[in-house]
């Protein structure tokens, strides 16, 4: 059983469109990660959220910890083919971080 | 800087061979990480090291052992690998052992375990 789920787990779209993942658990985290990874490569952090209901904006991406800190979104605004990847959430559990399965994530031109 | 190297890329084992995966930050960072990553698991974290001289178990720990070297050098040990093991390892390193801390990756070793 994942500690962490994520949704959908494969999302093709076209260039323009946007986009929500979603990333969703029982237990309460004290922080939530974000990490984009592309083929052949390592995890490279996204955003950090930390408080509860907290909303943070990197360009065209927008990141919410839920109010209760037990789930996150994503969303990407006017998808580009260089947003494709696997997109990662991971929760801080102790000195670590539990990762989830990911969000594999195609935008076609 | 290099950030965070690892050796080697890729690796082919037969069972019960057995094999150190290198990794190094040139990050001067405290905290160091092996994770494994297979289809539809995320990343599971094997070991981890808080700071140089110490190591602690992770979610899957059975068949590894680790040695964190000195402040740079954290490595990987399969003894006797098995086909379970067939996995990307990741090697990560943070500034500290807090959680809202960055980790950053290296570019993985893809094994295979026949």
């Known amino acids: 059983t994942q500690l962490l789920e994520q949704s959908p787990q494969f999302l093709s779209i076209q260039e323009g469109e946007n986009l929500t993942v979603y990333c969703n658990s029982s237990s309460v985290f004290s922080s939530l990660q974000w990490y984009r990874q592309e083929p052949g490569e390592g995890p490279v952090l996204l955003v950090t959220v930390v408080t509860g209901g907290e909303v943070k904006k990197l360009k065209r991406l927008t990141f919410q910890f839920g109010d209760a800190r037990k789930d996150s979104s994503l969303h990407i605004t006017a998808a580009q083919p260089g947003d494709t990847g696997l997109y990662l959430c991971?929760?801080?559990?102790?000195?670590?971080?539990?990762f989830g399965p990911g969000t594999r994530l195609s935008v076609l031109p | 800087n290099a950030g965070v190297t690892q050796t080697p890329k890729f690796q082919v084992l037969k069972t019960g061979q057995s094999m150190t995966l290198q990794c190094a930050q040139d990050?001067?960072?405290?905290?160091m990480y092996w994770y494994r990553q297979d289809p539809g698991m995320g990343l599971r974290l094997i070991y981890y090291s808080a700071s140089e001289g110490t190591t602690d178990k992770g979610e899957v720990p059975n068949g590894y052992n680790v040695s964190r070297l000195n402040k740079r050098e954290f490595s990987l040990r399969l003894e006797s690998a098995a086909p379970s093991q067939t996995s990307v390892y990741f090697c990560a390193s943070s500034e500290a052992d807090r959680t809202s801390y960055e980790q950053y990756f290296g570019p993985g070793t893809r094994l295979t375990v026949t």
């Open positions: 990050m001067n960072h405290n905290s």
């Open positions: 991971a929760g801080a559990r102790g000195q670590n971080f539990v």
